[in-house]
């Protein structure tokens, strides 16, 4: 059964880099034809696509974050990792990752399986 696992800091500082990791276990990041990608949730919001890397380290990422978001991956520690830079009060949310098959709609979070529990990263104003 495969399962995913968000870890990273809970607090960055305004104008830093949000540094976070998504580790999978019971698979792997090169199976063919998944995606794994990252979302986030601010209270009273709906849910965010950020960005997702394919099993072949294709990435795409939403438009909104484009400028700012890098998704890279590990495959000999089957992790994938999201840097957002520049982070602001705005972007404090609960993060997530998830994998779905690909190729298919990448924003539609509730066709994803598995999918984390969630991190919170608190950017203070």
């Known amino acids: 059964q495969v399962q995913v696992r968000e870890s990273g800091p809970g607090l960055v500082r305004p104008s830093e880099t949000l540094s976070l990791t998504c580790t999978v276990s019971?698979?792997?990041?090169?199976?063919?034809?998944?995606?794994w990608s990252w979302f986030r949730q601010a209270p009273g919001q709906d849910m965010e696509w950020i960005g997702a890397?394919?099993?072949?380290?294709?990435?795409v990422y939403s438009p909104s974050l484009k400028s700012r978001a890098s998704i890279t991956r590990d495959t000999s520690k089957n992790q994938y990792s999201l840097k957002l830079n520049s982070v602001t009060p705005e972007d404090s949310a609960v993060y997530y990752c998830g994998r779905r098959t690909w190729p298919a709609d990448v924003r539609a979070w509730k066709e994803y399986d598995p999918r984390g529990q969630g991190t919170q990263v608190t950017v203070p104003g």
């Open positions: 019971g698979g792997t990041l090169t199976t063919s034809y998944y995606t």
């Open positions: 890397i394919a099993y072949d380290g294709m990435t």
